[in-house]
Nanobody
């Protein structure tokens, strides 16, 4: 059984940085994909970034491209999301999801592609 655990959320002022971590247990082999999603109060869930381990491909939503970076922790089934130049509109609960296989990058930010989710970590950007 796959278990997903996020960590690293917190309160930061605008313009600052924060790094989220996502660790998955029960994942086997090389063909798996991680993704980060977020949901702000009163808004729909939004796909933020995904990492496809088979070829190390990544993708980002337009709202975070150029500010966020997803990367894999070497030797571990873990990814990090480095978030730079944070804005108040980045405030949300951030969720990590994992799935086996290598979905198309054009589809990997769709939440219905994933069966394994973490509990979420709160990120608040405020002065």
């Amino acid at each position: 059984q796959v278990q997903v655990v996020e960590s690293g959320g917190g309160l930061v002022p605008p313009g600052e940085s924060l790094t989220l971590s996502c660790a998955a247990s029960g994942v086997t082999g090389n063909q798996w994909t991680f993704a980060w999603f977020r949901q702000a109060p009163g808004k729909e869930r939004e796909g933020v970034s995904c990492f496809r381990n088979s070829d190390k491909s990544t993708t980002y939503s337009q709202s975070v491209r150029g500010r966020f970076t997803i990367s894999r922790e070497s030797g571990q089934t873990m990814v990090r999301l480095r978030m730079n130049n944070l804005k108040p509109e980045d405030t949300a609960v951030y969720y990590c999801a994992v799935r086996p296989g290598r979905p198309a990058l054009s589809a990997c930010l769709s939440g219905n592609m994933y069966d394994n989710w973490g509990q979420g970590t709160q990120v608040t950007v405020s002065s």
